[in-house]
């Protein structure tokens, strides 16, 4: 069975720019979360779906992050405009329920110069 | 809030030596407890977990036991290898996971 799927998985750009990372869950998986891993720290949760519906968004600042879960399978997190502290590691995951265990991606290395 | 305490790394060990690496955590209630292992390059990877108090998650020789009195779930493993070298994450589940900030093991042939 497939795992959690990324892409890219590096991506660097200019400050300002825009950027989307884009996720697609195990088969099946209905929760869906994105993560943001600094260096050095552990992950910490941007966002999480149940289906097509954002249930926890508290912590996305949404002045320049967006995501979307169109028909409850796969997703896309933007950041627009990037800023220099957007450097990290975003994470997605997935589940077949909370609080049942979440399976990780390889994640995508943002670098913003 | 909710929270998770590791003790720092890196933690360097000799093949066959044996591990512990400390977790703590805050939290109401009595929340599902997890560590997870991030090889270089690598996603993270569930290692393993414990539900409720008492319980001891365990896998491929690793072993955590859910203490709730000292509100603990420490990692231990009792002979290291080189393919070990990783970092470890403690977390626990309250809606969504809480991490620790991940403890870095290096082990030297």
């Known amino acids: 069975e497939a795992g959690v799927v990324q892409s890219p998985r590096y991506k660097i750009i200019e400050k300002k720019q825009p950027v989307a990372f884009w996720c697609n869950p195990i088969?099946?998986?209905?929760?869906l979360y994105w993560y943001r891993q600094n260096l050095g720290q552990g992950p910490e949760l941007l966002i999480r779906y149940e289906n097509e519906e954002a249930v926890d968004d508290s912590q996305l600042p949404k002045d320049r992050f967006s995501a979307e879960r169109l028909k409850g399978v796969d997703s896309t997190l933007k950041i627009q405009p990037a800023e220099l502290g957007d450097s990290a590691v975003y994470l997605c995951?997935?589940?077949?329920?909370?609080?049942?265990?979440?399976?990780f991606g390889p994640g995508t290395r943002l670098t913003v110069l | 809030g909710d929270s998770v305490t590791q003790m720092e790394g890196p933690v360097t060990l000799s093949e066959e030596a044996f591990l512990t690496i400390n977790c703590t955590y805050t939290?109401?209630?009595?929340?599902?407890l997890f560590w997870y292992v991030q090889y270089p390059g690598e996603g993270l990877q569930l290692l393993l977990k414990a539900t409720k108090a008492d319980d001891k998650g365990s896998n491929k020789g690793f072993e955590a036991t859910y203490r709730k009195e000292t509100t603990s779930f420490h990692l231990e493993k009792g002979s290291v290898q080189v393919s070990d070298s990783a970092v470890y994450f403690c977390?626990?589940?309250?809606?969504?996971?809480?991490f620790g900030q991940g403890t870095e093991l290096s082990v030297k042939p």
């Open positions: 939290a109401t209630g009595y929340p599902s």
């Open positions: 088969s099946g998986h209905n929760t």
């Open positions: 995951a997935s589940s077949l329920d909370p609080p049942d265990t979440q399976y």
């Open positions: 977390a626990l589940m309250k809606g969504k996971l809480i």
